[in-house]
């Protein structure tokens, strides 16, 4: 079982930047692959970054590539997401999911998620 706790987020103008970060319990978060994935309002889910468990491997949406950065702090069971040059289209609901399998970007394959924090994004 694994818990994760969401935090970071708020409100900030175009072109700032913030850092999400998720916390973890657990014992085995570094067996996690971990997601970070959006969600506004009537919208499905969207992903944005995955890292693996050893944080050798990260993939990203395209429309964040360049701007966004996720990483990982094993030892404090805890992901981030860097997010820089924001844009108001980046406002919604964030969301870190723990995946036990391989590395994936589909909502499907998480097991467990956070409760969300909201970033907003003022233009």
């Known amino acids: 079982q694994v818990q994760l706790v969401e935090s970071g987020g708020g409100l900030v103008q175009a072109g700032g930047s913030l850092r999400l970060s998720c916390a973890a319990s657990g014992r085995t978060f570094s067996s996690y692959s971990m997601g970070w994935f959006r969600q506004a309002p009537g919208k499905e889910g969207a992903f944005v970054a995955v890292i693996s468990w050893s944080g050798g491997t990260t993939y990203y949406a395209d429309s964040v590539k360049g701007r966004f950065t996720i990483s990982r702090d094993n030892a404090k069971n805890t992901v981030y997401l860097q997010m820089n040059s924001m844009k108001a289209e980046n406002t919604t609901v964030y969301y870190c999911?723990?995946?036990?399998?391989?590395?994936?970007?589909?909502?499907?394959?998480?097991?467990?998620w956070g409760q969300g924090t909201q970033v907003t994004v003022s233009s």
């Open positions: 999911a723990a995946d036990l399998g391989t590395i994936a970007t589909t909502e499907v394959f998480y097991d467990y």
